[in-house]
Nanobody, 121 residues
């Protein structure tokens, strides 16, 4: 069992930055693929990025070059550094843990409660 808790969301102006954190409890954190997803009202949860146990990363095209996913296994924490934010990045951001590389939210077993990110124009 893994429990996840996101933090770091908030309100930021376009062009600004935020760093999201996701603290995990439970065993074997370092063996999980950790993903970030986001969701806006009325839309499906959208893949943002993932990082696996070898620290390999993958991003959705819309955030490449602006967002960076990282993990600190000693702290059981995964991060999402978000730069050059724009209003289209406004969403609730969720972290997730799974056993396979996937952009599909159904592949992830454990989820946090989400943190709101709002980017004003």
């Amino acid at each position: 069992q893994v429990q996840l808790a996101e933090s770091g969301g908030g309100l930021v102006q376009a062009g600004g930055s935020l760093r999201l954190s996701c603290a995990a409890s439970g065993r074997f954190f370092s063996t999980y693929v950790m993903g970030w997803f986001r969701q806006t009202p009325g839309k499906e949860r959208e893949f943002v990025a993932y990082i696996d146990w070898r620290f390999s990363t993958y991003y959705v095209d819309s955030v490449k070059g602006r967002f960076t996913i990282s993990r600190d296994n000693a702290k059981n924490t995964v991060y999402l550094q978000m730069n050059s934010l724009n209003p289209e990045d406004t969403a609730v951001y969720y972290c997730a843990a799974g056993r396979v590389w996937s952009r599909d939210y159904s592949a992830y077993t454990y989820w946090g409660q989400g943190t709101q990110v709002t980017v004003s124009s």
